[in-house]
């Protein structure tokens, strides 16, 4: 057989080359030790639970391990843990998700999590590998308050920042941590939804290294989170506290319904490819709505507000379905004011006979600064340079 030469080398040579190399690759990579790659962060807090949120390099079970923020070293004793499973199962995988039930309301805990390498697993036998956890030792363990407080709180919303970092960046600037129960995440984050390092990259790890590993972050999902192929992940990683992505939470005298306004055009729209459903979506939470407003919890609130995407509107076809299937139930149910986001501008759309409470569509480019107290609640918009835009105020009921 002739060999070719090339650059020295026979072909032979040169095969056995490449080989050596990606079997030494492959090595580099199997020994790497796992880590923490991403949070962790705070999801779907309530009085007496919340979920934390993490991720690793490599597959692994994990848990959380709690204690109360007394003078004790997080080292005096054994603290319990709290599993991810699910079933009686302890999960595998490299997203994490250890949900805290049964807490004390308006009470600070502190936290650490934890992910074990999972190297083997086959039939009954389970191989593990090293441990990664949260840092204890050096620096104090991370903390987080539940709901429950009575009192005046504030808090901030962003929206449209579709990966913009630096504007995420700025925007929260403004925000004293020190005095904000939570931060909302009013959808469009992202521009797609392509992959894990997407989200993380795009604002989510801004996110946690500002705030989010102590202070809870809700998030109302927008229509560009609804596009691509990571997009049916999205609960995985911004749980609501329903098991849903529309939900109601409580903190102090107020009531806040989260609403998933999902798309924008036609589920027959060539740009969806025929991959949504989202009529039948908003038709399902219609109903859910219905039965939220009668609940005790709601009706006592002093403060009622609606949180979502996309306003109510003439125009697009989301705006319609919203305005159609549940516009009249928030009317009736005594809404006070809703949030929204989507059209990258900044207005507020006072009362008329068809919507009966303000609407803030807050700009891409400006913060919602909000102070929730007995005798009002006011909401401040700011921009990026932290000028006064506009502000709004409703009287509770």
Known sequence: ??????????????????????????????????????????????????????????PAT???????DDDSHFYQKERPKYFSAANGL???????RVTLNGLTPDTRYRYRVYSQEVLKHEWVKVQYGEVVATAVYQKKPLTFRTNGKPGPFEFAVVND????????????????????????????????SLSEEQVFRGFMDTATL????????????GNHETRGPFAAQFPEYFPGNTGTLYYMFTRGDACF???????DKPDSDIEYSGITDMDAYRTEQAKWLRTIVQT????????????????????????????KKWLPILNEAGIQVMLSAHEHRHRIQQVSDAVGFPIIVNSNNN??????????????????????????SVKPK
Request: proline letters at 5%; a positive charge; aromatic letters at 10%.
């Open 161 to 192: 920042i579709h990966e913009r970092n630096p504007v995420l960046k700025q925007l929260l600037g403004q925000v004293d941590f020190s005095n904000t129960a939570f931060v909302v995440f009013n959808g469009d984050m992202v521009n797609s």
């Open 90 to 96: 302890k999960k595998e995988g490299t997203i994490h």
């Open 210 to 221: 500002l705030f989010a590993s102590e202070i809870p972050m809700y998030y109302a999902r």
């Open 296 to 323: 005790d919890v709601y009706r006592k609130a002093r403060y009622k507000i609606a949180i979502c995407h996309i306003p109510p509107a003439s125009g697009w076809h989301g705006n319609q379905e919203i305005t």
């Open 62 to 68: 994990a848990w959380v391990e709690l204690a109360p």
């Open 257 to 263: 319904i989260v609403l998933d306004g999902g798309e």
């Open 1 to 58: 057989m002739k060999l070719t030469q090339s650059r020295g080398w026979t072909l032979p040579v040169k095969m056995g080359f490449c080989l050596l190399f990606l079997a030494a690759s492959f090595c580099g990579n199997a020994q790497e030790k796992i880590k923490i790659t991403h949070g962790p962060y705070l999801q779907a807090m309530t009085d007496s639970s919340v979920s934390i949120v993490w991720t690793t390099n490599k």
């Open 367 to 392: 913060i919602i600064k909000a102070n929730i107290h007995d005798k009002e609640a006011r909401f401040r918009i700011f921009d990026p340079a932290g000028k006064l835009v506009d502000e709004l």
